[in-house]
């Protein structure tokens, strides 16, 4: 991540300076949320597809060494070439391998997250091979030199109205009439010959089929399959926590996916690689690799808690109702993954000192877990790492020393209730008309809102009267 | 999530140890006397435990779980021994019942303890609604009012219909519903304060939904959110006036308002 060393909350503040930003966040993931509320509605087994989506993704990660190496078999059958790979240098560098070997002046990539979690623009870029992002959104942030801020919809940080701009600058025949058909087709003039002329295409997996060796992707755009047919080489990179055991399963996870990321009740393209264009075939790739990406995953196989999050289908709909995400967008979060299931992710791949602030910058609300279509327990695990982070001795001293004081005086009753009648007593010092103004310490809440004086004395203290006349 | 609904007669004057919550305590006696009268009107004794200090929410939220396990102890102990332990309060209650078996997941004992003593732990609408089938009595009140869904309440206990079912009972009050209901104040504890700038666009959203929706009152079962929503009310020049639903139920929506002066 090229993140400069700007905290979390500087960044926080900046984007909450942004009024531009919030309402493109609000218009992406607003439409998000509406649209899946809808699909509910018309999908009252949501909470017994939710329950088997959760069985199944929970049974494959307990028999992880056997579903890989069933894939791994087929895959190989199908004649796909397998590789693994453990860390996210290792992965980007088998993918430039293999695109060198294929001599690729330029490679066409279909969005996959699972390439910006291993740095495949950068390590593209660095080799000096041209790559051409064929999402529209994944463009756009291309044409802006920036990085996905939300996993759905890459470029919702733009609202139409910079896209416009953007590709009026940037494309040979820009579009004239202010339409969203007119932008598309801008984009689509400037794509299409590149499509045809790529050497390598690269996509990731939206699901990995163990039994047939299978690779499946869904787009909106029909982008996918565009850019892995025509060029000779296809390279699907994948985490190895994508493993479906069959087709069937893949179906009953594709319903909980879709629904939950765009409320649609399927995608436009739901695509299945399996090998490599065999004889009699008109078209498909004459190579076909895929790229097992471990980076991190064996490890939160072996956490109790964090091997939940093993179960994300990454359809965005923690994000699109996180309270936090919709004030912030993406960016802020300095990981490849945002929000809630971001907040999870990013100290697995990123190290926990340096994100920290993303298990604290949540209300635990619970909405994310409500909604998330694999039942993970998001704000259960955000605590889990704001467990390691007290225990680790990453926490304020401040936050320390105030805690231990908490306790021991809430430990002692009679303390404790000297102590509320002192701060009652404090507070009231500093009201004027029902308001406690101007006080010490009370700043970062007096900042933004007002604090009720308390009243004279404390329920304790005036029950312990009132029950002496009963 | 579970919603505690039981079909069976109500217990006969079960003894009920009131968890008073300490915002309650220092801040809102009132919400505390509120609680004490709802209490004893749905047929209750009610005892206030001397012993009682905090439930350990602010150390928990933040990470420390050793802090958590001694606060979670001494709750077990001063509640452990009445038929039922109500608090006004959802997020508090809530830390008790769903969270204290994972802060005492390392001493099997105390988990066991913990999780018998949550089975017996209701936030107060719910358990006036669910256990003791209460009805409020003659409360009247002239005015408009909308309702915010606290989220652990609502999502850690299922407390949704019972506060209606109650507020519903009060002649003259209507309800006027909040776009957004069910999201997020941007309170969140010490969230609030540590993430201040964050929570204050949170809150902003949550203040233009209530405006929006016409009520003169807001009411909600935690007294952390609704400081939160008044506090910002308030600073906008609003004239929306909070309170907790225990006060309007125990008749005392002729009071001062959160933030006004007693």
Redesign the interface.
Known sequence: MQEAPVSF?LR??RA?ADPTLKIAIDRTTGTAERKRAVAMTQFPQFEAARERGKRIKNHVIANLDHYLLEFERNAIASGAKVHWASTAEEASQIVVALCKQANAKRVTRVKSMLGEEIGLPHALDEAGIERVETDLAEHIVQLGGDRPSHIVWPSMHRTREQVSEMFKRAHRVPHQEETIEAMVASARRELRDKFLSADVSISGANFLIADTGATCTVTNEGNAELTTTPPRVHIVTAGIEKLVPSTEHAFLMLRLLVRSATGADVTQYTTFHCGPKQAGDRDGPEEFHIVLVDNGRTRMLADPALKEMLRCLRCGACMNHC??FR??GGHVYGGTYPGPMGAVLTPVFDGLEQSRDLA????????C??VCPVAIPIP?LL?G???????EGL?PAA??FG??I??F???R?RL?RLG?AI??KVMRLFSR???VRGMPGLG??T??????????????A???DS?GKR | MTTPQSTSAPPSSPRVGLFVTCLVDAMRPSVGFAALKLLRDAGCRVEVPEAQTCCGQPAFNSGDTADTAVLARRFIETFEGYDYVVGPSGSCVGMTRAHYPEALADDPAWAERARRLGERTYELMSFLVDVMHFTPGDVKLDASFTYHDSCSGLRELGVFAQPRTLLDKVSGLTLKPLEGNDVCCGFGGTFCVKYSSISNAVVTEKTAAIERSGAQLLLGGDLGCLMNMSGKLKRQGSKVRAFHAAEILAGMGKGPAIGEED
């Open positions: 909350k926080a503040d909450l309270v936090v004030q912030l604290h910058a949540c209300t635990m609300n619970g909405k877990q409500e259960t605590r790492w704001r467990d390691r982070s007290w225990r926490e936050a320390r805690l231990g908490h306790t005086v809430a430990s009753p404790y509320t701060a009652i008309g029902g308001l970062a809440w900042k933004y809102r007002e604090f009720p004086a308390p009243a004279k004395r404390s329920f304790m005036m029950y312990k029950e």
